[in-house]
């Protein structure tokens, strides 16, 4: 069964580098048909998409954030991580990791439990 | 970058109602239209894709249905644990977004 597990610090200062990692267990990252997606939930909001990419490493990005998001795969360790330079206390929320594809037309089947993150001095 | 627009934001409703909620795209999508129910504390879960296509394991009464810009998800029969909040998404376009959220809550 697909298991997918956030890790990375649960708070950043402001203006630095938000840093986390997605840990896939009980599939490939490099199989097709799938993409890796990051999602974040801000307080008392809805969910924001913030970028994806697929097995193939074609990447795409939130136009609102693409500016400071970097999203790759490690396949090696069977990862994939998000980077979101010069954080703002906007950007606290709870950040998830997530698997789609055109399996199920592009929709996510798979979500990890999200983890918390304060942006913060 | 296309907008979605769920309405209503919130819905009481009753054990057994039926309930329909609906989203607008900002521009045609087709039938690139997914919809999610989420609870506090735990992951969304996929519910519908591709406008009208039941994900595994999802009780028959969710349903979608719609294309081009208007969608709809209808719950039949009203059970306590769809009280829950519910997002529509569009993966057509290169970022796929999602709605503003309806929670539906217990009258």
């Known amino acids: 069964q697909l298991q997918l597990q956030e890790s990375g610090p649960g708070l950043v200062t402001p203006s630095e580098t938000l840093s986390l990692t997605c840990t896939v267990s009980?599939?490939?990252?490099?199989?097709?048909?799938?993409?890796w997606a990051w999602i974040r939930q801000t307080p008392g909001k809805g969910l924001d998409w913030i970028a994806n990419?697929?097995?193939?490493?074609?990447?795409n990005y939130n136009p609102s954030l693409k500016s400071r998001v970097t999203i790759s795969l490690d396949t090696s360790k069977n990862q994939f991580s998000l980077k979101l330079n010069s954080v703002t206390a906007a950007d606290t929320a709870v950040y998830s990791c997530?698997?789609?594809?055109?399996?199920?037309?592009?929709?996510?089947?798979?979500w990890g439990r999200g983890t918390l993150v304060t942006v913060s001095s | 970058d296309i907008q979605m627009t769920q309405s209503p934001t919130s819905l009481s409703a009753s054990v057994g109602d039926r309930v329909t909620i609906t989203c607008r795209a900002s521009?045609?999508?087709?039938?690139?239209l997914n919809w999610y129910q989420h609870k506090p504390g735990k992951a969304p879960k996929l519910l519908i894709y591709?406008?009208?296509s039941l994900q595994s394991g999802v009780p028959s009464r969710f349903s979608g249905s719609g294309s081009g810009t208007d969608f709809s998800l209808t719950i039949e029969s009203l059970q306590p644990e769809d009280f829950a909040t519910y997002y529509c998404?569009?993966?057509?376009?290169?970022?796929?977004?999602f709605g503003q959220g309806t929670n539906l809550e217990i009258k």
């Open positions: 997530a698997r789609g594809g055109s399996h199920v037309h592009y929709a996510i089947d798979h």
């Open positions: 009980g599939g490939s990252i490099s199989s097709s048909p799938y993409y």
């Open positions: 990419i697929y097995y193939s490493g074609t990447t």
């Open positions: 521009q045609i999508i087709n039938r690139y």
């Open positions: 591709a406008a009208s």
């Open positions: 998404q569009q993966s057509s376009g290169d970022s796929h977004t």
